[in-house]
């Protein structure tokens, strides 16, 4: 059964420093989309990206966030300055099209210290 | 804005016997509502979802919900829980036809099972 593969499960990384989260979604999904979860709180929508443009984005995603599908497979996040706040399970997930169902990777749990 | 609200934080139920768990949503036109689950370091995994007809749904591992838009509810359901069903379990509600993908999760409902 295809799946979305996120990289790495676990991220350590120091206050300041910038990181790239990686995905990659099912090969013929056309939508992707990045989500959070702080521990012990609900999960909530990051920013959506399709036709290599951010289609939809929350206000949780600010300037020190942004969205990459380099090439045809990889789908990434990139926090640039990273903050004790941006501790999280951060999930990818992708849709074939509209109005269908989002199918979510393992997650990465980065760490901010 | 659309929104879920899931009022039982944690819910212990012992094996065997039947489950309900509540959802409720905020939303201005008919939403398309799923259950997800996630066990321990795991991702979301797909139990359910109701974009348009039958009001009772059907997922995987026994799972069903039922859709009653007069009371902006989709609980979901299990006649017989089993020790490995206990995980987390989110409801979560997107834009319906044109409005979008993104999903609006509730906080979650933790279930124990109790041998």
């Known amino acids: 059964e295809p799946e979305v593969t996120q990289t790495p499960s676990h991220q350590v990384t120091q206050m300041g420093q910038e990181v790239i989260l990686r995905c990659v979604p099912i090969s013929n999904h056309l939508y992707f989309y990045w989500y959070r979860q702080i521990l012990g709180q609900k999960v909530e929508f990051l920013v959506s990206f399709y036709n290599n443009e951010i289609s939809e984005k929350s206000e949780i995603f600010d300037d020190q966030f942004s969205v990459e599908r380099p090439d045809g497979s990889n789908f990434t996040l990139k926090i640039r300055s990273t903050k004790l706040e941006d501790s999280a399970m951060y999930f990818c997930?992708?849709?074939?099209?509209?109005?269908?169902?989002?199918?979510f990777g393992q997650g990465t749990r980065l760490t901010v210290v | 804005a659309q929104s879920v609200t899931q009022p039982d934080i944690h819910i212990t139920v012992s094996e065997g016997a039947s489950l309900e768990l509540r959802c409720n949503y905020s939303y201005g036109a008919t939403p398309y509502l799923f259950w997800y689950v996630q066990s321990p370091g795991q991702g979301l995994q797909l139990l359910l979802k109701?974009?348009?007809?039958?009001?009772l749904v059907q997922g995987i591992k026994g799972f069903e919900a039922e859709f009653k838009r007069s009371q902006s509810s989709f609980n979901l359901r299990k006649p017989s829980v089993h020790w490995s069903d206990a995980a987390e379990y989110f409801c979560a509600v997107s834009g319906g036809t044109g409005g979008g993908n993104k999903l609006t999760f509730g906080t979650g409902t933790q279930l124990k099972v109790e041998l």
């Open positions: 109701y974009f348009s007809g039958d009001t």
């Open positions: 997930a992708s849709t074939w099209v509209l109005d269908t169902e989002a199918f």
